[in-house]
């Protein structure tokens, strides 16, 4: 079974609104996480990475304020998408990295966000 | 420039072909590689790593070339549940910050 989960696998919301993506770790500590974006027909573009108990470090070009991460637990990290406009309709998907040594790995399933 | 390049293709081949990928890194000090397969909209699920030397398991075949910054993926006997989008993937600086190609699209037909 999956090892990391994140939920909502899809979801439609209106341009305006919030939208936020869980990522769990399941079966081991996660550390550190790692939030990718796919647009279509593209590659997965690093967006921010996360530390538990510390702030995210963006990547350049992505607008921190607008996409609030949050890892306040080892096994638990959320992605805010604010104000979301339809340019933000991607598949976002989480990667976790943990376990005794470190160096388990695991996706998310992925969540794919419409916006309308 | 991108870190990591590939060709998107798509790779249109019959069953039972052999088709090659290739990928070029930017990064020299690059420390590991990975191909990774993706499905329709789903996650991408780590096929190989890519060692040195060279690795095969069953069907699939990788090979680095460091001095070329150049990564290859061969599959012999191309079956059709291979058809997938295949992923290039680099930890450029060995923190598990991995780097991800755009991806190499392959069809296989009956």
């Known amino acids: 079974g999956a090892v990391v989960s994140q939920h909502p696998s899809w979801v439609i919301c209106k341009s305006g609104t919030s939208v936020k993506i869980e990522c769990r770790s399941l079966d081991f500590q996660a550390t550190t996480m790692f939030w990718y974006r796919q647009f279509p027909k593209q590659s997965l573009m690093l967006m921010a990475t996360s530390n538990e108990g510390s702030k995210a470090t963006y990547e350049q070009g992505v607008e921190k304020d607008k996409f609030l991460i949050n890892h306040a637990s080892l096994t638990l990290s959320t992605l805010t998408v604010t104000s979301a406009h339809p340019e933000d309709s991607s598949f976002y998907i989480c990667r976790v990295r943990g376990g005794a040594r470190g160096n388990t790995i695991y996706f998310g399933e992925g969540s794919w966000l419409t916006v309308v | 420039r991108k870190e990591v390049e590939q060709d998107p293709g798509p790779f249109n081949v019959p069953e039972g072909a052999t088709v090659a990928f290739n990928c070029t890194y930017s990064?020299?000090?690059?420390?590991?590689f990975f191909w990774y397969r993706q499905d329709c909209r789903k996650e991408p699920k780590l096929l190989m790593s890519v060692y040195s030397s060279g690795n095969e398991d069953g069907r699939f075949t990788a090979q680095l070339n460091r001095a070329s910054q150049y990564i290859s993926l061969l599959i012999r006997d191309s079956k059709l549940s291979d058809s997938a989008t295949y992923l290039c993937?680099?930890?450029?600086?060995?923190?598990?910050?991995?780097?991800f190609g755009q991806g190499t699209t392959l069809q296989v037909k009956p």
């Open positions: 990064n020299s000090a690059s420390q590991s």
């Open positions: 993937v680099v930890d450029s600086s060995n923190t598990g910050k991995l780097i």
